[in-house]
């Protein structure tokens, strides 16, 4: 069996997820990885058995030439490294948040395009098989038909930091039921309650230091509006609340019918209720399935496990999107599309008012709204 050789670019805590993924399919084979801080290169090396370590992307990229390269940095560097793989006819897979604005991210979409590469995102949760049998209960019309999608964000972050680190996560299962969005409106507000202003706009690690970079972030709390093309609405909160919570992060996906919960980051729990109203009294009943739940031994996963047999999923989806020339189930053009939904979310409240996608101009809502206002 001829098998893919794949790179990894950043060999951080993603950097060890990825290579695990790699190292446990049978059709790939973990050749190269490339880290400016020579400490955790090594580390990462001796863990997974790989001898081939740069300092330098672009000469790995130059030598070893991969057929795949992950890309785990943080969201500055998403962008350099995909137009360097691209350009060399390299598929890409891309951690998320996809980049740091719009220019960039449209960047790497038609760069993967003109070289004809794939391009995917992490959002690992497009893995999880419980997202397909959702949709089919919603195809086979056990809640109905979908009308309004209610999210929640983890929890554990301001809002604005949240956006970039869950939101993007949350957008994309949002999307997955909703579809392509037509407008947004949103609003954000500070701890004490007043509405933020371009004075609060702030770089994320200025926000908490020990958040990754995300660029610069605005909003403690916030709410936001969605409305998708075939008419579903999406209400997503970022209640900033200080500790996360996973049971509580998730979706409630509302029918004329009935109602679908599914919740949880890496894993899921889902449940369903029948019926067109529920109460606080009303009960949820428990939906299971042994695919992401249960291992070969019959026992329950813990979430370490749930998260190498979704990368593993994640990584097999691109292999077989390249081998049947389509587009990964999380591509490059979604992560994008997620971005805008967040970027949106931001220029929404800075016009109080709708704004329709796609949004313009590309250039980063905030930064713009700092230049506007003479550079605060
Ligand atoms: N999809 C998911 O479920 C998920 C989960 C966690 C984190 N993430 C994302 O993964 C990304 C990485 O997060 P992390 O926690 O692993 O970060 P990290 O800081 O632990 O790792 C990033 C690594 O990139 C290296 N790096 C920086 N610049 C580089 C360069 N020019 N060339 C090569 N290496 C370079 C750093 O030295 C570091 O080792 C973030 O964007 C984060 O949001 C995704």
Not at 9 to 27: F, P, Q, T, Y
Not at 71 to 81: C, D
């Amino acid at each position: 069996m001829s098998k893919y050789r794949i790179a990894i670019i950043g060999l951080g805590g993603m950097g060890g997820s990825h290579a695990a993924a790699v190292k446990s399919e049978e059709n790939c084979e973990l050749v190269a990885g490339a880290d400016i801080d020579p400490g955790r290169a090594a580390s990462w090396a001796e863990r997974f058995g790989v001898n081939a370590i740069y300092d330098d992307y672009e000469k790995m990229l130059e030598k070893q030439r991969p057929d795949i390269v992950i890309i785990p940095t943080q969201a500055p560097m998403h962008h350099a490294p995909t137009i360097a793989a691209a350009k060399r006819g390299i598929h890409v897979f891309c951690e998320k948040p996809t980049a740091l604005n719009l220019i960039e991210a449209d960047g790497m979409v038609e760069t993967c395009d003109k070289h004809d590469v794939k391009f995917a995102i992490n959002h690992i949760k497009r893995a999880s098989p419980y997202n397909r049998h959702a949709l089919s209960l919603i195809e086979n019309g056990e809640i109905g038909d979908v009308v309004l999608l209610q999210a929640t964000d983890k929890g554990g972050r301001k809002a604005g930091n949240s956006l970039m680190e869950m939101g993007t996560h949350l957008y994309d299962w949002v999307r997955l039921f909703g579809g392509d969005v037509e407008w947004t409106h949103a609003h954000l507000v500070q701890t004490d309650g007043r509405e933020s202003t371009v004075d609060d706009i702030k770089h994320t690690q200025e926000v908490h230091p020990r958040d990754r970079d995300a660029g610069i972030v605005l909003g403690e709390r916030g709410h936001a509006s969605f409305r998708f093309k075939n008419g579903i609405h999406a209400d997503v909160q970022y209640l900033g609340q200080s500790q996360t919570n996973d049971n509580g992060y998730g979706i409630d996906i509302i029918g004329t019918e009935g109602r679908i919960a599914v919740r949880e980051s890496v894993g899921t729990t889902m449940f369903i209720h029948r019926g067109q109203h529920k109460t606080p009294g009303d009960a949820w009943e428990p939906v299971r399935l042994p695919a992401e739940d249960i291992d070969e031994a019959g026992n329950y996963r813990n979430q370490g496990s749930i998260r190498l047999l979704l990368q593993r999923l994640m990584l097999r989806d691109l292999i077989e999107a390249i081998e049947e020339d389509r587009d990964p189930f999380a591509s490059g053009r979604d992560g994008r599309d997620c971005l805008e939904m967040i970027h949106a979310t931001w220029e929404s409240h800075r016009q109080k008012a709708r704004v329709y996608m796609p949004l313009t101009p590309r250039e980063h809502p905030l930064e713009r709204w700092r230049r506007e206002e003479g550079n605060r």
